[in-house]
């Protein structure tokens, strides 16, 4: 028994005979479809079922509802990936800053030694060296509080698509 779907070919493709294809009104083009028989539209641009079992259109239905869901799982996926990689340049700025702020305790405890010690002269050098870690923890600190008020864990377009897909189920009124 043939199919409908026989034959079907994407815009400007070659049908099953080698012969090219003519009529373009296909959805298989460069971009993955589930169905691997494509959907034929009437003139008016509406599905053409005609000689079509309600299996096979059942068969379409499942394949495509398949590949939109996984490529919503590949969206949200790639989402978080780039939230994540925010997430980990701001771990990795509060980790400078806590390396800062350490050296900043032992800078401030040599300059107070040395102050002690000598009263003058070179406890200066060492507090000036201190003083300016702590301007670097400073500033890293802030990079780092910056970078992790960017991180958003709600992956805002997969979302957005999820509530766009009930809408797509409805029939057309």
């Not at 390396?99 to 305790?105: D, P």
């Not at 401030?108 to 040395?114: D, E, F, H, M, T």
């Amino acid at each position: 028994m043939s199919s409908p779907y026989s034959g079907a070919t994407s815009v400007g493709g070659e049908t099953s005979a080698g012969t090219p294809g003519t009529s373009g009104n296909y959805a298989v083009g460069s971009t993955a479809v589930s169905g691997d028989l494509g959907t034929p539209t009437t003139a008016t641009g509406q599905p053409d079922v005609e000689g079509v079992s309600v299996g096979q259109l059942i068969g379409e239905v499942t394949k495509d509802l398949s590949t939109l869901m996984r490529q919503e799982l590949d969206l949200a996926k790639a989402e978080m990936k780039v939230e994540a990689k925010k997430a980990g340049q701001g771990a990795g700025m509060f980790g400078a800053a806590g390396l800062a702020g350490l050296m900043t305790v032992i800078f401030l405890s040599i300059a107070l030694w040395w102050a002690l010690s000598h009263l003058v002269g070179h406890s200066w050098s060492a507090l000036i060296v201190a003083i300016l870690w702590g301007i670097i923890g400073a500033v890293a600190f802030t990079m780092g509080k910056k970078k992790f008020q960017q991180v958003n864990p709600k992956p805002e377009r997969t979302v957005e698509t999820l509530q766009q897909v009930p809408g797509a189920l409805k029939p057309n009124s």
